[in-house]
């Protein structure tokens, strides 16, 4: 990581003789991994690649912020994420694919806007997700379908964010920019969490709207604890959905929704246990039970999903990463077709990952 800082004299603007302090870093992850991958066919056939780290994204950024005196600071961040397997971006044509917002930071709290991550997804990725979000299509699907802003991305987004002690409150706005309806392509988020220690439990409400209007509604619990070496983790989904997202992105095959808003409940546990200063050990549990799986109603719509994950990391250093994971998942009833081979897969990954 690097930094450089730029004394900025406000005095110049012959306003005052205070002077300002700017500072811009550099940052960045890079992280690889290589996968086997059982039932990635229709006709049951493994595969093995080069592909993405299993828990985070290689990515590159850079974040800057000016004091403007009275405790108040403005800030911006531009970040992208690329293919270390072949360099390319991981959003064709979108340069800054991740995050790209401006804001203003104060007592009163952080204010952004722009494409960022959204309140309920930044507690995933701080540690409330088992795997704090994992990166394969075969373990991160919960907190995707259930933790973002479903097809709108995190583009066009007003947030607030305040922290008092150890209560933490985010408020987001997704402004659809569409003539003549502020619905379309609209959402917002609703998050308190106490983020205290040793216990931690966090409340979250989504909305997204499409292009049509129609909404996709998430309510969300999460439980942290921890304990010693240990930090366990429980959480619960609930998940009403008439845009398609959850049913195209688990299916693989876009969005499809159908007359019957399809619902889940969802639950997942984890726990993330410190054997040693460079040696993590963490197992986690996501399970799904759906209805109107595809738009199918009755028993043909019902059906449920299971991944279990092991994982292990040692640090080498607290930049450099070596990991190996260990995935199953398994679909039953309707969930079934929305694997591959109509049943289940079995992964096994190596990554090195390394932060700059």
Known sequence: M?????PLAAGALIASPVFAQSSVTMFGVADASLRYLSGATSDNKSSFALTDGAISQSRWGIYGKEDLGQGM???FMLEGGYHLNNGTSQRSGKIFNRKAYVGLEGDYGKLTLGTQDNPLWELLIEGWDPLTVGNYDQNEWMPVVFGTNGPNGANNAVKYMKRYQDIQVGLEYIVGGVAGSTARNSGYVLSVAYVGKPFGIAANVL???DIQANTQMIYNLDLKYEWGPATLTLGYYNSNDKTGFVDGFLSGRGVTGGPNPRKDNAFFAGVAYQVS?????SAAVYYDRASNVNGVSGDAG????ETYVLLAEYGFSRRTTLYGTVDY???HGAQRA???NGRDQTGVG???RHRF
């Not at 690097?2 to 730029?6: D, G, L, Q, R, Y």
């Not at 200063?277 to 050990?281: G, M």
């Not at 019902?302 to 999903?305: K, M």
């Open 2 to 6: 690097k930094t450089w800082a730029f």
């Open 73 to 75: 600071k403005a800030l």
């Open 207 to 209: 909305q997204n709207r």
């Open 277 to 281: 200063k460079p040696l993590t050990l």
């Open 302 to 305: 019902d059906g449920s999903r």
């Open 329 to 331: 998942s398994v679909g």
């Open 338 to 340: 929305e694997f591959p």
């Open 350 to 352: 190596i990554g090195l």
